[in-house]
T-cell receptor, first 110, second 115 residues
């Protein structure tokens, strides 16, 4: 069964501190992993995907197949990073549906 | 570009009433998804369309929910009759078939409150 687990509902950090949002998944195969973000009063949008191996807004995420994890990291949190973050997986190729975790609310304190 | 458009943005109805939500995907996106997002949860798929064909509706409660995408563009999701437990945000998303990765673009959602 496909499952995404985000163990933290809320994560509060001070501005300038490092951030790590945890994500673990369960999938029998090679999934595609994504992080989506929802800022206040905005729609859900893609932040980054594991296949591109890029850094977006200072965030990076590395797929660890051995630990079945895809944690999201940023070395120095900014106030504008405060948002709801969802980890998601997609099985196989093509436009298969996303399976989302429950989300983690990141609050960056000035 | 407006992105994925959904209407209405908010809807309040009494239980047992019918309700319908409308979605217009990004131009050229032939894959359309309806997701349900309950409070404190991530979105969960209800139905996926490839053009006008529903290719994945296994999570759609067919006793009260129905959906259509007649011309392979915009789509309507209907609930009849609505129950208290249907209060949630209904999200529509679209993506481009044949893309090398599965980036889905989401609409703003319709927040349904059933009284």
């Amino acid at each position: 069964a496909q499952r995404v687990t985000q163990p933290e509902k809320l994560l509060s950090v001070f501005k300038g501190a490092p951030v790590e949002l945890k994500c673990n998944y369960s999938y029998s195969g090679s999934p595609e992993l994504f992080w989506y973000v929802q800022y206040s009063r905005q729609r859900l949008q893609l932040l980054l995907r594991h296949i591109s191996r890029e850094s977006i807004k200072g965030f990076t995420a590395d797929l660890n197949k051995g630990e079945t994890s895809f944690h999201l990291k940023k070395p120095f949190a900014q106030e504008e990073d405060s948002a709801m973050y969802y980890c998601a997986l997609s099985g196989g190729s093509g436009n298969t549906p996303l399976v989302f975790g429950k989300g983690t609310r990141l609050s960056v304190i000035a | 570009e407006a992105g994925v458009v959904q209407s209405p943005r908010y809807k309040i109805i009494e239980k047992k009433q019918p309700v319908a939500f409308w979605c217009n995907p990004i131009s050229g996106h032939n894959t359309l998804y309806w997701y349900l997002q309950n409070l404190g949860q991530g979105p969960e798929l209800l139905i996926r369309y490839e053009n006008e064909e529903a290719v994945d509706d296994s999570q759609l409660p067919k006793d009260r929910f129905s959906a259509e995408r007649l011309k392979g563009v915009d789509s309507t999701l209907k609930i009849q009759p609505a129950e208290l437990g249907d209060s949630a945000v209904y999200l529509c998303a679209s993506s481009l078939a044949g893309a090398s990765y599965n980036e889905q673009f989401f609409g703003p959602g319709t927040r349904l409150t059933v009284l």
